[in-house]
């Protein structure tokens, strides 16, 4: 090789290897905003290929919602947090499914279950779950329920002891979840993020998408500072261009706007009754969990606080003690996690089921 031809190989491998960091980008790129805008639906539809089926049923008057697996075991009732439907399991439900015959629901005033005030309340839930047990289920089963679902699944266990084999409380806010307890102190973070946000929503009459009131005025968005308006934008023209269906940001990355995806199906009205106290109406929460017969798995987040001292938890450590003390028999566990273990350790959620 001469001493001229020498630059102009260099410059065609420089030229290569430029071209070839450009390509690895715009895949990168490409993969990363279709995880954000279909990894949700892909793990759907992976939930229908492994044999469930959405329906419905009329529980006293009001329609429940529903998806259910194949007869491969015990029953076992989902019951989703607040903002979720039935599909926020669809990560973990092809594994379930294998062992259990299961029957996942959208509480009333999400997805397609009854959207209805009257029924926005924890005893009007359990009930109606008591009921879709008896009329649908039709055998023993256990009951596994996340956030404000763990909330109706411990009133399930404790108001149908003859029928429920076990109880799975996913990290739910007991004792945080009264107006009065979620405000102690800095207050919590389902206070600041969900039901002051809905309340004000409700009390506001020119933004009709919730999603897009809840990205410009949620506190979560808040944390990440000028970044909020410019989601609360997308949201917004998504929202706009896409009312029928669930909301996604290509954007930004999925694990931030997950809360968002099913708010589309989701009824402010709901958190309107945390916010007033209307939710654990007539229940005194230590007098449910005391009346719970049934082996329970407790799975808590560990506690977390923000810097403005916002409990990030669904409860202290202090409160899941409380909770302990007052089930006859509990297996407890603590999990280095977010709020949604299901999701983000679904591992360590389908050992719990199996320890069940």
């Known amino acids: 090789m001469t001493e001229s031809t020498k630059p102009h190989k260099v410059a065609k491998v420089a030229l290569a290897v430029a071209i070839a960091v450009v390509m690895a980008a715009a895949i990168a790129v490409a993969v990363y905003r279709d995880g954000n805008l279909h990894e949700e639906d892909?793990?759907?539809?992976?939930?229908?290929?492994?044999?469930?089926?959405?329906?419905?049923?009329?529980?006293?008057?009001?329609?429940?919602?529903?998806?259910e697996g194949p007869d491969n075991g015990p029953a076992l009732l989902l019951v989703h947090g607040q903002g979720m439907e039935w599909e926020d399991y669809a990560c973990v439900l092809p594994r379930l499914a294998q062992r259990h015959h299961i029957f996942a629901v959208d509480c009333f005033g999400h997805g397609e279950s009854e959207h209805e005030p009257r029924l926005y309340t924890c005893k009007a839930n359990g009930d109606a779950l008591i009921a879709f047990a008896r009329d649908v289920i039709g055998s023993s089963y256990a009951v596994s329920g996340h956030s404000s679902g763990g909330i109706i699944a411990?009133?399930?266990?404790?108001?149908?002891?003859?029928?429920?084999?076990?109880?799975?409380?996913?990290?739910?806010?007991?004792?945080?979840v009264t107006p009065e307890e979620a405000q102690e102190g800095a207050g919590t973070f389902a206070w600041h993020d969900g039901y002051t946000v809905s309340h004000a929503f409700l009390r506001q009459g020119e933004v009709a998408s919730y999603p897009a009131w809840y990205a410009a005025n949620s506190?979560?968005?808040?944390?990440?500072?000028?970044?909020?308006?410019?989601?609360?934008?997308?949201?917004?023209?998504?929202?706009a261009a896409h009312?029928?269906?669930?909301?996604?940001?290509?954007?930004?990355?999925?694990?931030?706007?997950?809360?968002?995806?099913?708010m589309d199906d989701y009824d402010p009205r709901f958190g309107e009754a945390f916010y007033d106290g209307t939710w654990m109406a007539g229940i005194d929460q230590?007098?449910?969990?005391?009346?719970?017969?049934?082996?329970?798995?407790?799975?808590?987040?560990?506690?977390?606080?923000?810097?403005?001292?916002?409990?990030?938890?669904?409860?202290?450590?202090k409160d899941a003690a409380r909770i302990r003390s007052c089930l006859a028999d509990c297996a407890f566990t603590e999990i280095d996690s977010g709020h949604d273990i299901h999701v983000e350790r679904p591992d360590d959620f389908l050992q719990a089921i199996e320890r069940s």
Request: charged share 15%; net charge negative; with cysteine.
């Open 219 to 239: 506190y979560l968005f808040g944390l990440f500072g000028g970044l909020q308006s410019l989601l609360a934008e997308q949201t917004a023209a998504w929202c």
């Open 286 to 317: 230590e007098v449910m969990l005391r009346g719970i017969s049934c082996p329970v798995v407790y799975l808590k987040a560990t506690t977390r606080w923000g810097d403005d001292g916002v409990l990030y938890a669904a409860t202290t450590d």
């Open 154 to 176: 411990a009133y399930v266990a404790a108001h149908d002891s003859a029928n429920v084999t076990a109880c799975i409380l996913e990290d739910p806010p007991l004792f945080r």
């Open 42 to 67: 892909r793990l759907i539809d992976k939930a229908f290929a492994a044999g469930f089926f959405e329906k419905q049923a009329v529980v006293g008057g009001a329609l429940v919602n529903y998806a």
């Open 243 to 262: 009312p029928d269906e669930h909301v996604v940001n290509a954007w930004v990355p999925r694990s931030w706007t997950r809360g968002m995806y099913f």
